[in-house]
């Protein structure tokens, strides 16, 4: 079975060949020239709570490789959905089995390119060679190159949305270590091991938000009525839990607020935060609000519908029927059926919904 991106290695190993032989001069003492082997990672979040069936999965996954082979593994989910901790995490309890850890920014191609070349700087590539004209290509040959070249190290490419869910495949080894990235995009199983990130459970949930303190029972009661109301979302709940300590109110006042002022809590915004996450809830499902409503208009109908039903097994052949309040053009059922079913299918991708047996949820 061909592993992901192995068509590709041929044509990689070309590009690394003139590489080597054309740009760079890589010898074995190019790794005392490193500056830093733990390079860009955000500091450890210390109020994360372990989401064990995660990162088992990502554990497995990781290890489940062939020799030389480069393991590429996706965190798939919602803005917001704990993502990017679960990668932070991993990366701190893992360090260990690494000699080198590299963490970049790749929210967009701009951003990319400039975090390969300040990694090929710290990797010891010539700076004056990166701020060459057109040395775009030559920078992102090398750093790839090194990495070919390399074993035991760990790459982690944080914000690969968009059109970036695609474009990032263009920047990485086809050999060497591992590779984890985060996403809100379907990402083909041919290209990486994909794990879907969704809600906490509950009890994960109120352990982010009671922040392991033994509490009484009342306030574990209010605590269970909050996390539910916010949906156990990683980000609602550490930004309820970081409201609560800010403003010295209770879990009950935070509970009337939440039910009076829904609106104004989803765009409250931790400012001790900004560092690592700066968005709020109501920003971060927005972008994902837009990015549904440019690649299908009917999902983003769908959805907003949804928001007036009961969550659970809403029947599938409730929009089939409704051509006229999705403004179908076609009047064929069976026309409308198709047009739903890829809708219901981008909302799926998304994360937004689950496809059952009885219909979606």
């Known amino acids: 079975m061909n592993t992901p991106n192995e068509k590709n290695q041929s044509a990689s190993t070309a590009i690394v060949n003139s590489t080597f032989r054309d740009n760079v001069h890589f010898d074995a ?3 005392e020239t490193i500056k830093a ?9 210390h109020a994360f709570v372990d989401r064990l069936d995660i990162l088992m999965d990502m554990e497995t996954s990781l290890k489940n490789f062939s020799t030389g082979e480069c393991k590429i593994l996706a965190l798939k989910g919602l803005g917001g959905i704990g993502k990017t901790q679960l990668m932070l995490h991993y990366c701190y309890i893992h ?3 690494y000699e080198c850890v590299f963490w970049l920014e790749v929210s967009n191609w701009a951003m990319a390119v400039d975090s390969f070349r300040k990694l090929a700087i710290n990797l010891g590539f010539d700076e004056d060679i990166t701020e060459e004209k057109d040395s775009e290509e ?10 070919q070249k390399k074993t035991k190290w760990l790459l982690l490419l944080d914000n690969a949305d968009d059109v970036m869910a695609k474009e ?10 591992h590779i984890i990235l985060t996403t809100r995009e379907p990402i083909p199983s041919s290209e990486a091991t994909v794990i879907h990130v969704g809600k906490m459970k509950a009890e994960e949930a109120i352990t982010l938000l009671l922040g392991g303190d033994l509490v009484e029972p009342a306030k574990i009661r209010h605590a269970q009525e909050i996390v539910s109301e916010l949906d156990c979302i990683p980000l609602a709940v550490d930004l309820a839990r970081a409201y609560v300590h800010n403003t010295l109110i209770s879990f009950r006042q ?3 607020k939440l039910k009076t002022e829904y609106d104004t809590l989803l765009r409250y915004q931790h400012k001790d935060c900004s560092g690592q996450y700066d968005h709020t809830v109501a920003t971060v499902w927005q972008i994902s609000f837009q990015s549904i409503r440019t690649q299908n208009p009917t999902a983003m109908q769908i959805l907003e519908i949804c928001a007036f039903l009961q969550p659970d097994n809403i029947p599938v052949r409730l929009f089939e ?3 006229s309040a999705l403004q179908l053009v076609s009047t064929s059922l069976s026309a409308n059926k198709e047009v739903v079913r890829q809708a219901i299918a981008v909302l799926v991708d998304f994360s937004f919904v689950i496809r059952t047996h009885k219909g979606i949820e």
């Open 29 to 31: 003492q190019v790794k």
């Open 254 to 256: 935070y509970l009337h």
């Open 138 to 147: 030559k920078v992102i040959d090398w750093v790839r190159s090194w990495l």
């Open 95 to 97: 360090s260990a089995e």
């Open 37 to 45: 082997t733990f390079y860009g990672v955000p500091d450890a979040n």
């Open 168 to 177: 990032v495949f263009k920047l990485l080894p086809c050999m060497g270590g």
């Open 321 to 323: 029927k409704q051509y």
